[in-house]
């Protein structure tokens, strides 16, 4: 028989169009999927018994609430805890990926000192003979904590110094701390009782405080409503996604809301709309609507909505000090719905320095000369990554995972993920104080060491942290307050014995201090402060991400553009 040309054309179209119709091309494409998924150093989960275990995410200062699904002793997922008051079961991106991290291909496996590979007996010991050379700095991104004491301990042994890097809601509330002595980490926003809240650039819809705490308000009592119960005006140059669902934004040039909290407050007193509170701003309201280009009518406007929904609050996203006056003069300082001090009953000074990120005045790095004319800096995993500390000093850097481009040292491999047994202290801003403890639920890899076990390596007369989370779920006992929230809420004096309130914690309750009462906290301000311009952040790190992203956050955060980009560039400007 002859073959002709035509008859291989056509044989080859059947071909191909049987091909289709049939499984073949479909299960090889399965195939590849699964080979491709299926290398040898991709992580396998170990078979083996599942469970659900509650804790807490440790990796930014929040500490969500969360969910712990865990297979053969691995987390293998997370998820929110709706009952837990302090997220009220919402979570980041980050944390919902956070399982995926201690697989992550950067996470550090051993010691580096200048990119080569050493030993922990080797930067112990580098590490010990810097401190008896010179002064030393630990930074802390994560004040409070147990681990927080064991730095104090060794620096104030050996004559160095604490630091602590600041998150932007505790800058903000810096210049209430400069006008009353009462600390900044030891205030709050009283969000839950406020009706109107005036947000200068906060992005309270995107990352602002704990995940769940403002959104659930929001979500509950404003969103997609024409005549909301809470109110939020976005004061901020681009249309953000907070500013986009905010009830109103009101657009200024980048620098101009110190002179328009000067405007509202001028409008405020000058029209006595408040009682008066604070001092009047020598900036005229021509010269403020000259500033905000908004225009005298609109800002008078503006001044009299604010006040006709109280009780109301201004928040700041740095320590912009009109905006902190503003406060004063609406009378929203030391209020129900405004800035508070956290708890109604005194604890004493060991409990306070169990529930509250900082004790007492704590020292930002910016604000020290020290960290530049130290021997050694000693940066915990806490901190940021993209943290620099000012200074040529001999950096140690504790970290789980290695973000890149780090001018380090030493670069120590600490433990990632729910792999070590840290104290959750009260968040940024709350208005109560809370305390809870995430143990380790996942088994460390043997090269893994955190900052405060290697400074206990060096100098074993400190206390360990554990020994030091025990002490401080004894003194909360004793101080006889506050409730318990886990599968349901109990009171502190109902607990028979502080292996009670231990094992509660251990099981991933949450101790919770009693509402904060109006009233105790003043500030005394007898000039309008005086700012020239935009006012710089000390240290502006609006998020908190760890080094590396798990592939689910990844999706959810940056492939998706779903939250908003640091510089905002998201949003459009005005
Ligand atoms: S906000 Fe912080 S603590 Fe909460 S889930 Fe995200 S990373 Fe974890």
């Known amino acids: 028989m002859k073959l002709t040309r035509r008859d291989l054309l056509v044989w080859s179209a059947g071909a191909t169009a049987g091909l289709i119709v049939t499984p073949v091309p479909w299960k090889l494409l399965d195939d590849v999927s699964i080979w491709t998924q299926n290398w040898k150093w991709i992580p396998q989960p170990t078979r083996g018994p599942v469970e ?109 110094s604490y630091r602590v890097v600041p998150g932007a809601e505790n800058q903000a509330l810096a210049p209430y701390e400069n006008w009353s002595g009462v600390p900044a980490s030891t205030l709050g926003y009283d969000l839950e009782n406020a009706q109107t809240m005036v947000s200068f650039g906060a992005p309270l819809l995107d990352g602002w405080v704990t995940p769940g705490r403002f959104t659930r308000l929001w979500a509950e009592r404003a969103a997609g ?60 309201l021509a010269d403020a609507a000259a500033q905000t280009g908004l225009g005298i009518n609109a800002i008078q406007d503006l001044a009299r909505t604010i006040v006709s929904r109280p009780p109301v609050v201004a928040i700041a996203n740095d320590q912009n000090p009109a905006i902190a006056a503003l406060n004063v003069v609406l009378g929203a300082v030391g209020v129900r719905g405004g800035i508070v001090t956290r708890s109604r009953h005194t ?16 020292s930002y790095v910016s604000t020290g000369a020290d960290i530049i004319s130290a021997r050694a800096v ?125 094992e509660r914690l251990w099981e991933g309750a949450v101790w919770v201090n009693d509402p904060p009462r109006s009233g105790d906290f003043r500030c005394e301000l007898s000039e309008w402060p005086k700012t020239a311009g935009p006012v710089p952040p000390v240290n502006r790190l609006p998020t908190w991400l760890a080094p590396v992203l798990p592939p689910l956050a990844s999706k959810l955060y940056q492939e998706s553009g779903l939250r908003e980009s640091p510089e905002g560039e998201n949003g459009r400007k005005a």
Not at 347 to 362: D, G
């Open 52 to 160: 659900v275990k509650q804790s807490f995410c440790t990796l930014c200062p929040k500490g969500c609430g969360m969910r712990v699904r865990m297979a053969a002793g691995w987390p293998v997922g997370v998820s929110g805890v709706s009952s837990n008051p302090i997220n009220r079961g919402a979570l980041c991106p980050l944390g919902f990926g956070a399982h995926q991290l201690n697989w992550h291909p950067q996470r550090l496996r051993a010691v580096r000192h200048r990119a080569t590979t050493s030993s922990w007996g080797e930067a112990r010991a580098a590490f010990a003979k810097a401190s008896g050379e010179g002064p030393i700095v630990i930074v802390d991104g994560q004040p409070g904590r147990a681990a927080s004491s064991v730095f104090q301990a060794f620096v104030q042994k050996r004559g160095g």
């Open 347 to 362: 604890l004493s000074a060991q409990s306070v320095q169990a529930v509250r990120a900082a004790p007492s005045h704590v």
């Open 225 to 284: 409503m024409a005549e909301p119960q809470l109110r939020l005006i976005q004061v901020e140059s681009p249309l953000s996604r907070t500013a986009a669902r905010a009830w109103r934004w009101v657009p200024v040039p980048d620098g101009a809301e110190a002179a328009l909290a000067a405007g509202l407050a001028r409008v405020l007193l000058d029209e006595r709309l408040v009682p008066a509170h604070g001092p009047v701003p020598s900036l005229t």
């Open 378 to 502: 000693l940066i915990d995993s806490t901190v940021p990554w993209d943290f620099t500390p000012p200074t040529d000093a001999e950096v140690f850097h504790f970290a789980a995972w290695d973000g890149g481009s780090s001018k380090v040292d030493w670069l120590l491999p600490a433990p990632g993920f729910l792999e070590e047994l840290t104290d959750v202290p009260t968040a940024p801003a709350s208005a109560i104080d809370t305390y809870a403890v995430a143990p380790a639920l996942a088994k460390a890899p043997p090269e893994g060491q955190g900052a405060a076990q290697f400074l206990v390596g060096i100098d074993p007369h400190l206390i360990p942290a554990e020994k030091i989370i025990h002490t401080r779920c004894e003194g909360l006992f004793r101080e006889r307050v506050g409730t318990v929230h886990g599968q349901e809420a109990t009171p502190v004096t109902t607990l028979a014995s502080v292996q009670q309130l231990e």
